[in-house]
């Protein structure tokens, strides 16, 4: 589904990553693990347009890398940010009805606005008030949401229990093992190394810019040393 040699990126003069090897499979969730500024963010950035990139990108088998943002959306790749971007201003069906492609109708693909509400009976109840007044878990939930309505078959999720209840935690989580078993990809970037190696079928650490580990969950338990290094604050 997607797979990524030797990719590098820049902030100004800084140079953010350093030779990025991965890849993802149809219906795989693959965890990018590291501690903060090591350059997973920007992996997805670089990915998506937002970065420019320099190396290989390949999604499907077709090199993508240069395209701008919205026409990699357009070839089936969401993205959800870190920094949750709502339209606070419209109401919460509203931000899903903007989730949709060019010329897509709502049920047309994978998910449907009632698969939304389904899935998160919060958003159905506040469905026609505006996205602001939002808790910070319904905000990610819609966030996520929102891309999947695009129909994606790979989505790139940056953080999404970042400041959640375990509660709330657990409902993502539960999310992201329901995309991955509709064929979707998922390429989780995550600081709850529990929620991690619980949900992902591989998982890859960065240091520095680079994979510095790529393995299973139970290789990386395995690895005290991978973790200390790498992983542990």
């Given at each position: ?69 919205f ?5 089936g ?29 709502d ?8 698969d ?12 026609d008030v ?9 905000q990610?939930?819609l ?59 591989r ?7 680079q ?23």
């Amino acid at each position: 589904m997607l797979e990524v040699t030797d990719l590098h990126a820049y902030y100004g003069k800084s140079h953010i990553l350093q030779g990025v090897n991965i890849s993802i499979n149809e219906g795989e969730i693959v965890a990018l693990l590291g501690r903060n500024g090591v350059g997973r963010s920007t992996t997805c950035k670089a990915i998506m347009g937002e970065v420019a990139p320099q190396g290989s990108v390949r999604f499907k088998g077709a090199e993508i890398a240069g395209r701008k943002a919205f026409e990699v959306a357009n070839l089936g790749i969401g993205y959800v940010p870190e920094n949750r971007d709502i339209f606070p201003g419209l109401t919460t069906r509203q931000n899903l009805i903007l989730g949709l492609k060019p010329r897509q109708k709502d049920g047309q693909g994978r998910w449907s606005m009632e698969d939304m509400f389904a899935l998160f009976s919060n958003l159905r109840e506040r469905a026609d008030v505006e996205a602001s007044v939002l808790s910070g878990g319904e905000q990610q939930m819609l966030t996520m949401c929102r891309t999947l309505m695009g129909d994606p078959d790979l989505v790139m999720i940056d953080e999404p229990t970042e400041g959640l209840s375990p509660q709330m935690v657990q409902r993502v989580a539960s999310l992201l093992q329901e995309i991955a078993r509709r064929g979707i990809a998922t390429l989780l970037v995550e600081q709850k190394l529990s929620i991690a190696l619980d949900i992902a079928h591989r998982v890859y650490v960065m240091g520095h810019g680079q994979v510095v580990f790529e393995g299973t969950p139970a290789e990386l338990k395995a690895r005290e040393d991978v973790r200390k290094e790498w992983l542990e604050v």
